[in-house]
């Protein structure tokens, strides 16, 4: 039971996206992307989602193609946010999480208590009543997540593995707010729901994911545990910069800094 | 923590409950309209006159005998009081769905040419009509009919046309929009035109009533047509409340969220085209009733469309009402067309939320 890839390939006209990806996601696991800009990280994001059709191979969720799920089906399957999620019109905090809800069959108090879950956890339950227009981006951030969560929680059939796939959660979060939004992802693998995210920083990749998919040029270049991605000459291969290599002194985990020559 | 959670709690339920004072005030506001639009008018003054007609028609008072005033009452202001609701609801919940689809708060079914590609059409079957008519008479009881199907196709063709000019890779371009709605708005006007300049004087006259627009053709006939037509779409449209929310938020994350974006779209246009052609059939081109009425509702309220679909019906309903009432009583016993007076209203109201969003977005047009 798990989120798989096969042998995706995406070309759009010439251009070859994504190839020979493969990638299996169990919902228990904390699954970061990394690779340098345009190495096609949000494009397997937005397949695996099933918003762009592969060319080639499959996506498939529980052993069925995510394409033979309806929309709604997929929904109570998989969250997705998305690098920008907009509003133009002036709507509360709270509603814009509740948006979520929109589709399902939840009483009142039942919807509440959820709300009050999910903002807790990625510490937006203060925003509630603001509207979502004047609050700042990494604001915006967290009430997104809080929402695509919130979208997952309110399928009731909770048996169901299910998947959040995020693009770039944490990039316009301050340090406090990068560490806490990581716990909370990481308590969500732990109660069973497979995160996919893409991410930037790789000291906190490696800190917090379970496993790594480094992108390049379309490819993959490398996967597995912290430990067995990141080092020199994957890293002098995937972002072609120069570090020194350390271990985190609680973890072990591998932990960069760079390279500077004089 | 703790009670943060307590006061936040409060707050969270309390919102379905905090919306109940807006629903009445537009009840009691649709209500009241009705009553002045009743009231009101060229033949005679008199706020109690819809009550007492309505007990004599009902037969509580024991009188049978109508009296001519009554009869006005009965007949010309009450179907002409409730087209305006129809056609008010109908036209603010076209243009709040709308702007939900666009992701714009300018979109608008007059703005968008919407309207005026229904005007075409209807005029265009006018024209084509009274040729055919003259040939083959029989014909002749089918006319409004035709003149409906002729606008809601003119209307779908430009609503269709106007959206896949200003889209571009799933984004809304909203200068595109505005210029598509400015480019098949001049378009229709000139065909409008055209036609004109081939009727005689009687096409004329009712050419001249779809660019105006007017409620004066009211009947209880043309309420017992549009009441289902109408009433039907508004609730396909409701039904919808739930996808429209979500794709406020962009059209990949309703996607997500388990809406069929495509289908949904294509399903909100053909209902507007519908709504906006039916309603240009009977009323001519009335503008800006679906631009004002969802922003006056989000002044006071917000955007969720499970409470703004409703809201803008009752809204739009009581405004027209109150407008037609105006034009009415204004210029009495003349009538000032009511696409004028909506426009008088509607387009200070659309200059100043251009400026607006123009401060906000920074873009300029």
């Given at each position: 039971?798990?989120?798989?890839?096969e042998?995706?390939?995406?070309?759009?006209?010439?251009?070859?996206?994504?190839?020979?990806?493969?990638?299996?996601?169990?919902?228990?696991?904390?699954?970061?992307?990394?690779?340098a800009?345009?190495?096609?990280?949000?494009?397997?994001?937005?397949?695996?989602?099933?918003?762009?059709?592969?060319?080639?191979?499959?996506?498939?969720?529980?052993?069925?193609?995510?394409?033979?799920?309806?929309?709604?089906?997929l929904?109570?399957?998989?969250?997705?946010?998305?690098q920008?999620?907009?509003?133009?019109?002036?709507?509360?905090?709270?509603?814009?999480?509740?948006?979520?809800?929109?589709?399902?069959?939840?009483?009142?108090?039942?919807?509440?208590?959820?709300?009050?879950?999910?903002?807790?956890?990625?510490?937006?339950?203060?925003?509630?009543?603001?509207?979502?227009?004047?609050?700042?981006?990494?604001?915006?951030?967290?009430?997104?997540l809080?929402?695509?969560?919130?979208?997952?929680?309110?399928?009731?059939?909770?048996?169901?593995?299910?998947?959040?796939?995020?693009?770039?959660?944490?990039?316009?979060?301050?340090?406090?707010?990068?560490?806490?939004?990581?716990?909370?992802?990481?308590?969500?693998?732990?109660?069973?729901?497979?995160?996919?995210?893409?991410l930037?920083?790789?000291?906190?990749?490696?800190?917090?994911?379970?496993?790594?998919?480094?992108?390049?040029?379309?490819?993959?270049?490398?996967q597995?545990?912290?430990?067995?991605?990141?080092?020199?000459?994957s890293?002098?291969?995937?972002?072609?910069?120069d570090?020194?290599?350390?271990?985190?002194?609680?973890?072990?985990?591998?932990?960069?800094?760079?390279?500077?020559?004089? | 923590?703790?009670?943060?959670?307590i006061?936040?709690?409060?707050?969270?339920?309390?919102?379905?409950?905090?919306?109940?004072?807006?629903?009445?005030?537009?009840?009691?506001?649709?209500?009241?309209a009705?009553?002045?639009?009743?009231?009101?008018?060229?033949?005679?003054?008199?706020?109690?006159?819809?009550?007492?007609?309505?007990?004599?028609?009902l037969?509580?008072?024991?009188?049978?005998?109508?009296?001519?005033?009554?009869n006005?009452?009965?007949n010309?202001?009450?179907?002409?009081?409730?087209?305006?609701?129809?056609?008010?609801?109908?036209?603010?919940?076209?243009?709040?769905?709308?702007?939900?689809?666009?992701?714009?708060?300018?979109?608008?079914?007059?703005?968008?040419?919407?309207?005026?590609?229904?005007?075409?059409?209807?005029?265009?079957?006018?024209?084509?009509?009274?040729?055919?008519?003259?040939m083959?008479?029989?014909?002749?009881?089918?006319?409004?009919?035709?003149?409906?199907?002729?606008?809601?196709?003119?209307?779908?063709?430009?609503?269709?046309?106007?959206?896949h000019?200003?889209?571009?890779?799933?984004?809304?371009?909203v200068?595109?929009?505005?210029?598509?709605?400015?480019a098949?708005?001049?378009?229709s006007?000139?065909?409008?035109?055209?036609?004109?300049?081939?009727?005689?004087?009687?096409?004329l006259?009712?050419?001249?009533?779809?660019?105006?627009?007017?409620?004066?053709?009211s009947?209880?006939?043309?309420?017992?047509?549009?009441?289902?037509?109408?009433?039907?779409?508004?609730?396909?449209?409701?039904?919808?409340?739930?996808?429209?929310?979500?794709?406020?938020?962009?059209?990949?994350?309703?996607?997500?969220?388990?809406?069929?974006?495509?289908?949904?779209?294509?399903?909100?246009?053909?209902?507007?085209?519908?709504?906006v052609?039916?309603?240009?059939?009977?009323?001519?081109?009335?503008?800006?009733?679906?631009?004002?009425?969802?922003?006056?509702?989000?002044?006071?309220s917000?955007?969720?469309?499970?409470?703004?679909?409703?809201?803008?019906?009752?809204?739009?309903?009581?405004?027209?009402?109150?407008?037609?009432?105006?034009?009415?009583?204004i210029?009495?016993?003349?009538?000032?067309?009511?696409?004028i007076?909506?426009?008088?209203?509607?387009?200070?109201?659309?200059?100043a939320?251009?400026?607006?969003?123009?401060r906000?977005?920074?873009?300029?047009?």
């Amino acid at each position: 039971m798990s989120l798989r890839i096969e042998n995706l390939r995406v070309s759009v006209g010439n251009k070859c996206l994504l190839s020979d990806i493969n990638i299996e996601c169990q919902s228990d696991r904390f699954i970061g992307v990394i690779g340098a800009n345009g190495a096609g990280k949000s494009t397997l994001l937005n397949v695996m989602a099933g918003l762009n059709a592969p060319s080639s191979g499959s996506v498939s969720i529980d052993d069925k193609d995510i394409f033979e799920y309806s929309a709604s089906q997929l929904a109570k399957l998989r969250a997705v946010l998305p690098q920008h999620s907009d509003l133009s019109f002036p709507l509360n905090a709270i509603e814009v999480v509740r948006l979520a809800l929109s589709l399902s069959s939840m009483n009142v108090s039942q919807q509440h208590d959820l709300l009050i879950d999910c903002m807790s956890r990625f510490n937006v339950l203060h925003l509630a009543n603001q509207n979502y227009l004047t609050l700042s981006g990494g604001e915006r951030q967290r009430v997104q997540l809080a929402r695509v969560t919130a979208q997952l929680f309110s399928n009731q059939n909770h048996q169901e593995h299910q998947y959040l796939l995020l693009d770039e959660p944490i990039s316009a979060l301050d340090l406090y707010q990068q560490y806490q939004t990581l716990d909370a992802l990481k308590l969500l693998a732990k109660e069973g729901v497979g995160v996919v995210a893409v991410l930037h920083d790789l000291n906190l990749a490696s800190l917090y994911c379970d496993h790594l998919v480094v992108l390049k040029h379309g490819c993959i270049s490398a996967q597995g545990s912290p430990k067995q991605v990141i080092n020199e000459n994957s890293l002098k291969s995937a972002f072609n910069i120069d570090v020194w290599l350390q271990a985190h002194p609680d973890t072990q985990a591998p932990f960069i800094t760079p390279r500077i020559s004089q | 923590m703790a009670s943060n959670q307590i006061s936040l709690s409060a707050v969270a339920l309390e919102l379905p409950q905090s919306r109940r004072p807006l629903f009445i005030v537009l009840v009691a506001l649709l209500f009241i309209a009705c009553w002045l639009g009743a009231s009101l008018g060229a033949a005679k003054f008199d706020l109690f006159l819809p009550f007492e007609t309505l007990a004599m028609a009902l037969g509580f008072n024991g009188e049978t005998e109508v009296t001519g005033i009554q009869n006005i009452v009965l007949n010309i202001r009450l179907p002409r009081v409730l087209m305006a609701v129809l056609v008010g609801a109908a036209l603010a919940v076209s243009g709040a769905s709308l702007q939900g689809m666009c992701r714009n708060p300018l979109a608008d079914p007059s703005l968008l040419g919407i309207s005026s590609g229904a005007a075409v059409g209807a005029v265009a079957m006018i024209f084509i009509s009274q040729k055919l008519f003259l040939m083959i008479p029989a014909l002749a009881h089918i006319g409004p009919y035709a003149i409906s199907i002729a606008a809601v196709l003119g209307a779908a063709i430009t609503a269709f046309a106007v959206y896949h000019l200003a889209q571009t890779g799933g984004q809304f371009q909203v200068p595109t929009l505005l210029l598509a709605g400015v480019a098949i708005n001049s378009l229709s006007i000139a065909l409008i035109g055209g036609f004109n300049y081939l009727a005689d004087d009687q096409a004329l006259r009712q050419i001249t009533f779809w660019l105006m627009g007017s409620l004066g053709g009211s009947s209880w006939k043309s309420v017992s047509i549009l009441f289902p037509i109408l009433g039907l779409a508004l609730w396909m449209i409701h039904k919808r409340r739930h996808a429209i929310n979500l794709m406020l938020l962009g059209e990949a994350n309703a996607r997500c969220s388990g809406i069929d974006v495509d289908r949904i779209k294509l399903e909100l246009l053909w209902i507007n085209a519908l709504i906006v052609g039916v309603a240009v059939a009977f009323t001519g081109i009335i503008a800006f009733v679906g631009l004002v009425v969802p922003h006056i509702l989000r002044l006071y309220s917000d955007t969720n469309y499970r409470y703004l679909i409703i809201n803008s019906a009752m809204l739009g309903g009581a405004l027209l009402v109150l407008a037609d009432t105006a034009s009415r009583v204004i210029a009495a016993p003349a009538e000032l067309p009511i696409g004028i007076l909506t426009s008088l209203i509607g387009a200070p109201f659309f200059i100043a939320l251009l400026i607006k969003q123009k401060r906000a977005l920074g873009f300029v047009l």
